[in-house]
C-alpha cells in the first residue's frame, strides 16, 4: 500500500497593519516613539526661570535709586510684594471642605480679610515656584491647609486688623517678625 504524503497545515500569516505605518520597520516605529518619550521628558525637566509663570510684572521692579527690586525684598513702603491680582475673596476656597478646625479657621480668616492678605508675603516660599504673588493667594487653593506659615500669617493678620491696625506695612513687619528667616 502506498502512502500519501501527509498535507501539513499552512501557518497562518501574520497581518501586517494597514496604512501608511506597515511599510515601516519596528525599528523605525520604537525610534520614533523613543523620541517623542524623550522629548516630552525633557520638556518637562527643564527648569523654569524664578518668577516667569503667571505673575508676571508682579515679580520685579525697577526701583527709584535704580536697583532692581524681586518679591521679598522689603519695599520703601513697607511691603515685600506689588498689590496685584484680585483684592476680594471670590476665589478662596470654601472653609467647609476642610476637617482640621485651624485649616477650616484659615480659611475663613481669608473670606473675612482678603484685601489685607492680598498686600502681605508670606515667608512660605510659595512666590520662588511662580505659583503665589500673595497670602491671600495661597487660600486660593490648598496650599495653606498643610502649611502653618500660610495659616499663622493670616491669623496674625486678622488678630491685628481686630486689635484697629490697618496699616498693612505694620502687619507685614509683625510677620516678617515671626516667620522671616533669622539671619
Same mark, same amino acid.
Given at each position: 500500500m502506498?502512502?500519501?504524503?501527509?498535507v501539513?497545515p499552512?501557518a497562518?500569516?501574520k497581518?501586517?497593519?494597514?496604512?501608511?505605518?506597515?511599510?515601516?520597520?519596528?525599528?523605525?516605529?520604537?525610534?520614533l516613539?523613543?523620541?517623542?518619550?524623550?522629548l516630552?521628558?525633557?520638556t518637562w #525637566?527643564? @527648569?523654569?526661570?524664578?518668577?516667569? +509663570?503667571?505673575? =508676571?510684572?508682579?515679580?520685579? !521692579?525697577?526701583?527709584a535709586?535704580?536697583?532692581?527690586?524681586?518679591v521679598?525684598? #522689603?519695599? @520703601?513702603?513697607?511691603?515685600?510684594? +506689588?498689590?496685584? =491680582?484680585?483684592?476680594?475673596? !471670590?476665589d478662596?476656597?470654601?472653609p467647609?471642605?476642610?476637617?482640621?478646625p485651624?485649616?477650616?479657621?484659615?480659611?475663613?480668616?481669608?473670606?473675612?480679610?482678603?484685601?489685607?492678605?492680598?498686600?502681605?508675603?508670606?515667608?512660605?516660599?510659595?512666590?520662588?515656584r511662580?505659583?503665589?504673588?500673595s497670602?491671600?493667594?495661597?487660600?486660593?487653593?490648598?496650599?495653606a491647609?498643610?502649611?502653618?506659615?500660610?495659616?499663622?500669617?493670616?491669623?496674625?493678620?486678622?488678630?491685628?486688623?481686630?486689635?484697629?491696625v490697618?496699616?498693612?506695612a505694620t502687619?507685614?513687619?509683625?510677620?516678617?517678625?515671626?516667620?522671616a528667616?533669622?539671619r
Open positions: 502506498k502512502r500519501l504524503p501527509r501539513r499552512e497562518p500569516r497581518r501586517r497593519p494597514a496604512g501608511p505605518w506597515r511599510r515601516l520597520p519596528p525599528s523605525f516605529l520604537l525610534a516613539i523613543g523620541l517623542v518619550c524623550f516630552l521628558i525633557a #525637566l527643564i @527648569p523654569v526661570k524664578r518668577g516667569s +509663570i503667571g505673575v =508676571g510684572d508682579t515679580q520685579r !521692579a525697577q526701583l535709586d535704580g536697583s532692581t527690586w524681586t521679598g525684598m #522689603l519695599r @520703601p513702603d513697607g511691603l515685600r510684594l +506689588i498689590v496685584s =491680582g484680585r483684592n476680594d475673596a !471670590a478662596v476656597l470654601a467647609e471642605q476642610f476637617s482640621r485651624a485649616v477650616r479657621q484659615g480659611y475663613q480668616i481669608a473670606t473675612r480679610i482678603p484685601e489685607v492678605l492680598n498686600k502681605l508675603y508670606c515667608w512660605c516660599g510659595c512666590e520662588n511662580g505659583v503665589h504673588r497670602n491671600l493667594q495661597c487660600f486660593e487653593d490648598k496650599m491647609q498643610d502649611c502653618p506659615v500660610c495659616l499663622g500669617t493670616a491669623e496674625m493678620a486678622y488678630d491685628l486688623t481686630n486689635k484697629g490697618t496699616d498693612a502687619i507685614q513687619a509683625a510677620v516678617d517678625a515671626r516667620w528667616p533669622k
